[in-house]
């Protein structure tokens, strides 16, 4: 199969399409074959070996895809069969023409979505909606701030807060960026290339702040944050896109009562170390049910920028790394 390969930790500019074997199919697995591939930041975190998912050498990067079933180890109890349109989530594997995920982490897909669609539910939305309503318990009438809220993670979280029934005040940089994120339910958007959302953020709520914060950019932008959170809020840093993890003042946290929750989905996925038990898997079960419903219902619509085959993927990962995309950029293999 032609896959995206890495031999060693890097750039964009180390990674090659080359004819390699399919991956085995072991106990407990399925194999896709891979219509559509998400690109994403994680991935360039991930080649560099800055990812919390460190890869093995060589390695093929690549997280979500849409696919078909076309194959299913014999061990597995599953409702899937050959030929099922699905997503996956995965440690990595993704940029290939075929990749083989644990059953458990392969969910049926509505007839309504397509495969490029597809690729935002298993890492993008799961991240948002779980964060939202498992993590921060968001609730109707709430204020929700949600960081750089042009690229996918961030109009995910836009889309399900608004769902979930919150005031939504959105950030991100330029004109095209505010638009989309008003296009897809924010009901305030502040450009923070050109004023400071605190005060915004304040302006808008009356000096009370925001309710939950949903961050995947962290550095500068968490440190201000602290600063616009409403007492007994909750922080939600999820990424750190701005290349600085924040450190967090405890005075901060203890003067305002305030929540810093952490995500990481991988866990709820079982990618590391720590398996989750049939309970969890049930729960993840029911929250990409709910998710399709949802974007069945017209509530969720999946923001896809641009499609590229796979031999682009190195314009696709630039994209990414420049900053230039709205929503979502895939492969399709």
């Known amino acids: 199969m032609r896959a995206v390969v890495g031999r060693k930790l890097g750039g964009i500019q180390d990674l090659r399409i080359e004819d390699i074997a399919s991956s085995p199919l072991e106990r407990g697995t399925i194999r896709i074959s891979v219509r559509a591939a998400g690109v994403s930041f994680a991935n360039l975190l991930f ?19 849409g696919g078909v079933v076309s194959e299913i180890a014999p061990d597995v109890r599953t409702n899937l069969k050959i030929g099922d349109q699905v997503c996956a989530g995965l440690p990595s594997g993704g940029f290939a023409e075929d990749t083989v995920v644990d059953a458990d982490n392969v969910f049926k897909i509505p007839d309504s979505l397509s495969f490029a669609g ?9 991240t948002a909606y779980a964060g939202l309503k498992w993590r921060a318990n968001l609730q109707p009438g709430e204020t929700l701030l949600v960081h750089g809220a042009a690229g996918a993670s961030g109009l995910a979280a836009v ?7 919150a005031r939504v005040i959105a950030t991100a940089g330029g004109d095209h960026k505010l638009a989309a994120a008003t296009e897809y339910g924010a009901h305030h958007a502040i450009d923070y290339q050109k004023e400071d959302f605190r005060d915004r953020v304040l302006a808008i709520t009356d000096g009370r702040g925001a309710d939950v914060v949903f961050d995947p950019v962290g550095g500068d932008v968490f440190d201000n944050s602290l600063r616009c959170v409403a007492p007994l809020g909750r922080l939600l840093p999820i990424g750190f896109a701005s290349g600085r993890i924040p450190h967090i003042p ?10 810093v929750i952490g995500l990481y989905w991988g866990f709820y996925m079982a990618w590391g170390k720590s398996k989750a038990d049939a309970a969890m898997r049930g729960k993840v079960r029911t929250l990409f049910q709910e998710m399709f419903a949802l974007y069945d219902g017209g509530q969720l619509r999946a923001p896809i920028e641009r499609t590229l085959p796979l031999s682009e993927f190195g314009e696709a990962l630039r994209c990414v790394e420049r900053r230039e995309v709205v929503g979502k950029i895939v492969l399709m293999p």
């Open 47 to 65: 080649i560099a070996g800055k990812h919390q998912n460190r890869p093995s050498i060589p390695f093929v990067p690549g997280t979500e895809v």
């Open 250 to 259: 405890a005075n901060l946290v203890l003067v305002k009562n305030l929540t």
């Open 118 to 126: 597809a690729t935002l539910f298993p890492t993008i939305y799961a």
């Open 159 to 165: 889309q399900i807060g608004r769902a979930m029934g």
